[in-house]
């Protein structure tokens, strides 16, 4: 890397290489490897565990008084009022990771008042490094990175990831799969949406979605996204995406585009627990600018994830509105422009 970095982006970049050299040691040797399981095909191996320290060692190594949200163990370390909070994934795509399949992760983001100002994602298998500070731009090695320029989504190459967990709302996902994959040149799923996220930045996909996802798994690849010239935010358009476990990013117009096709089918997080909301495909956000303000006016759901009580088939509904009567002031036939005079009152 030519380019003088932001010191704290320097020590993130050193954790990420430190994390990335455990992971590719394991990966040499994968019959070894000890797999346990968070979940129903969530899996967690001895590699996440010790990448996540060797990162959490290096950061609280420079900055002591720093706080730490990581995949695997949470706010146990680290400053839990600091203002400054580092989001670790020690390994991004660990399914692909056990089965051999090298596309995988080391993502690292630092946050600064609810802002994520460096960010850091490095793919050991391939040796690259994306990495971007607010204000300065988002680079893959020393490449300065820029969003694709289509502006339409039937030639759009598309990013996503399948739901997985149990609970998961398999058909509400297989109904937004199938409206995106109609209207697009493509679709893709590889299996790290740290990296998902980076391709939007570098230009490779031209837009990106999916669901289920944590902090973690965005916050650095979102910034690469926007220093890129690119747009992030949840399905109805609102920058407010990073705990609302949805996500869509792309070029400003194809995020447009895909805001506009995905907004019925948002799950908004509510504050003091989860709720849903939809809206109208119309009511959506038809250009990228737009879309950042277009949550105003999403309809609620009921608690099943659905409207009209459906959420079996996970089918959106529009929102219904109330017709709205307009009273015109009447107008002399004469076409003077004064107005008619008050109507007399009875006494």
């Given amino acids: 890397m030519s380019q003088a970095l932001h010191p704290m982006l320097n020590i993130a970049v050193k954790a990420a290489r430190a994390a990335g050299a455990i992971i590719n040691r394991a990966a040499l040797d994968l019959d070894l490897l000890q797999v346990g399981s968070k979940g129903p095909n969530d899996f967690v191996t001895e590699v996440d565990r010790a990448a996540e320290t060797a990162i959490i060692d290096t950061l609280l190594e420079a900055y002591p008084e720093h706080g730490i949200l990581a995949e695997e163990s949470g706010r146990e370390r ?100 199938e409206e995106v994959m109609q209207h697009c040149a493509g679709v893709r799923r590889p299996g ?86 939809g809206a109208s495909p119309e009511a959506a956000a038809p250009d990228a600018t737009a879309a950042f303000v277009a949550a105003a006016g999403a309809t609620p759901m009921p608690a099943d994830g659905a409207p009209g009580g459906e959420a079996a088939e996970g089918t959106p509904a529009p929102a219904k509105r109330a017709p709205i009567r307009v009273r015109r002031a009447a107008v002399p036939a004469t076409g003077s422009t004064k107005a008619p005079p008050p109507p007399k009152t009875r006494r």
Avoid at 133 to 154: E, I, M
Wanted: one cysteine or more; proline letters at 4%; a neutral charge.
């Fill in 192 to 277: 790290a949406a740290a990296l998902d996220l980076c391709y939007v930045a570098a230009g490779w996909y031209d837009g990106f979605f999916e669901t289920g996802l944590s902090p973690w798994d965005i916050a650095a690849g979102s910034l690469l996204v926007t220093e890129a010239g690119g747009l992030i935010g949840n399905f109805t358009g609102e920058a407010d995406y990073l705990h609302q476990r949805e996500v869509v990013a792309g070029n400003p117009r194809i995020y447009g585009q895909l805001v506009q096709t995905l907004k019925p089918y948002t799950r908004v997080i509510k504050e003091g627990g989860e709720g849903e909301a």
């Fill in 78 to 177: 680290g400053n839990r009022t600091s203002e400054f909070v580092w989001i670790i994934d020690p390994l991004d795509g660990t399914t692909n990771f056990v089965h051999g399949l090298p596309v995988y992760a080391v993502s690292i983001a630092l946050e600064h008042r609810g802002q994520v100002q460096q960010a850091v994602v490095y793919d050991p298998s391939r040796n690259d490094l994306f990495y971007a500070s607010r204000g300065r731009g988002a680079f893959l090695n020393d490449r300065r990175l820029r969003v694709s320029k289509r502006t339409r989504l039937a030639e759009a190459l598309v990013g996503t990831g399948f739901p997985f967990r149990k609970g998961d709302n398999f058909k509400r996902y297989l109904k937004m799969f």
